[in-house]
């Protein structure tokens, strides 16, 4: 299940990337459709404009419209991809036809040759069109509040789609930080069901001091390089803190729901996806995710990045075999 979650995780990473440097060198290059596009353009890249490929006319390669409506009565050769757009289709594609958060329509004459793809906007499909690939509809998009058509709606959208982007940022540097030091995030979990309150106040406190202090080092000048240093250093301390507090979660509703220990990762993996669900709900997931940055930060420097352990870690360590005594000084094994 895990390694089928980073598949995915990388696949939209390598995509988005993919799709972003296909536009800035299409932008580079002279290759951007200003204005409804009616001729033979290969690619065709449009942001914020309407692409337009009219009945009796072809248009060679892919066309691809970022924040633009898309108006297809005629061929498209290559593949339409619509992102927080529109799609209005009534010609032909013959590759495939991607469209992500976008209210998409397919008229009874539309043929398309490849796929029909759409994630997160509304479908409204003729029972007479015809798609000769798989049809692919996610729509969870019903599922949110003040999400249906209009400018209003297109930029609730946008938030919404840079809100996933940067959770999954989260959990791919949460899971790095799980493979890297497993144990002490154990170490840093084990301590939280006792020190969570303390661990409030000292995340609270630090951010208010680096808060404070990077504004003192700004003004001096001289410590502007120390200031900015802070950041990073604050950003690492709170993914730590996060991939504990997952791992924490994960494993107790293992023990709950399951009656059994989970994988480390898999334990990080539901904690991470409480912690999703919990951040998308507007307002309150603000609030939620300034907390639980404060306790992040908390309990790792009260452990001290994991070094200091005064209660038994979720991890117990491994027994000797039966018939061998531990070596002299060796701590004994932890029981859970």
Not at 195 to 223: H, M, N, Q, S
């Amino acid at each position: 299940m895990t390694i089928r979650c980073l598949r995915t995780c990388t696949i939209l990473v390598a995509a988005a990337l993919w799709t972003t440097s296909w536009a800035l060198a299409a932008s580079r290059d002279g290759a951007v459709s200003v204005g409804p596009v009616t001729a033979s353009v290969s690619p065709a890249v449009s942001v914020s404009e309407d692409a337009y490929v009219p009945k009796g006319q072809v248009h060679e390669g892919d066309l691809v419209a970022i924040f633009g409506k898309v108006r297809v009565e005629g061929t498209v050769t290559g593949q339409v991809v619509v992102v927080l757009g529109s799609l209005d289709l009534s010609g032909e594609v013959q590759g495939d036809t991607v469209s992500v958060l976008t209210t998409t329509v397919i008229r009874e004459t539309a043929h398309i040759e490849g796929q029909l793809v759409n994630v997160g906007g509304s479908l409204d499909q003729s029972p007479g069109s015809r798609i000769d690939g798989e049809r692919v509809n996610v729509n969870f998009m019903r599922f949110i509040p003040f999400a249906g058509e209009g400018g209003l709606s297109a930029l609730l959208r946008a938030i919404f789609i840079f809100k996933l982007m940067l959770l999954a940022l989260l959990f791919l540097f949460v899971l790095l930080a799980t493979a890297l030091v497993p144990r002490r995030l154990s170490v840093m979990a084990g301590e939280f069901p006792r020190r969570w309150g303390w661990a409030l106040l000292v995340g609270l406190g630090t951010y208010v001091g680096v808060v404070v202090g990077g504004f003192i080092l700004v003004c001096t000048i001289v410590g502007i390089p120390l200031a900015l240093a802070l950041l990073p250093a604050m950003w690492v301390t709170k993914i730590l803190g996060l991939a504990s507090i997952f791992y924490l979660i994960g494993n107790t509703a293992g023990r709950n729901l399951f009656h059994r220990e989970l994988p480390h990762l898999a334990s990080v993996l539901g904690g991470f996806v409480v912690y999703a669900v919990l951040a998308l709900i507007p307002f309150f997931g603000f609030a939620f995710k300034i907390a639980m940055s404060f306790l992040a930060v908390g309990i790792v420097l009260l452990t001290r990045f994991g070094s200091e352990c005064t209660a038994p870690p979720l991890i117990a360590q491994p027994s000797p075999p039966p018939g061998v005594a531990p070596p002299q000084g060796a701590p004994e094994s932890p029981s859970i």
